[in-house]
């Protein structure tokens, strides 16, 4: 099992705390750089500026969200991944609240667009809503109007 934290890993956790801590405008490389022990040359190394690292961090929390919802996969039955995604929601926001924060509460960042966007892990709701559809557990409609109003209560629970 890998322990070690890569430079890369550090720049993002300190960009998210920072950023969480003191938001968009107040941002600053050079203090992600001493918060990760670098030099402010060292995060030229990984991120073109500012709005390129920013949008590292959004698509890293998606890409671990994603991971988290993809575990409802694992269920049998349509409803029962259905249920699951909502509980792997749940569980994404409390054990990571900090990503949980940066994806769905801060000011709009646009994320990385070759990494997880946001629009895929919305896809994975709608595809829930959908296979549910198909099993005549939940009703008829519109997939994606149904997978915006199971989206809002989980995230309203939350």
Known sequence: ???????????L????DL????????FSLREVARRSKVTAAAVYRHYENKD?????VCAEGFRVFASYLM???SKPKPLDRMRETG???LRFALERPRDYRVIFMGDAIDPDPSATAPDASFQFLVDRVSECQQAKVIAKGEPEELAI?????????V
């Open 87 to 89: 509980q792997q929601y």
């Open 52 to 56: 390129a690292l920013l949008g590292a």
């Open 149 to 157: 109003t199971i989206w809002a209560h989980v995230h309203g629970l």
């Open 19 to 26: 950023y969480l801590e003191v938001g968009p405008i107040a």
């Open 71 to 73: 575990g409802a996969l």
């Open 13 to 16: 956790a300190a960009a998210r």
């Open 1 to 11: 099992m890998r322990t070690e934290v890569t430079t890369k890993e550090r720049l």
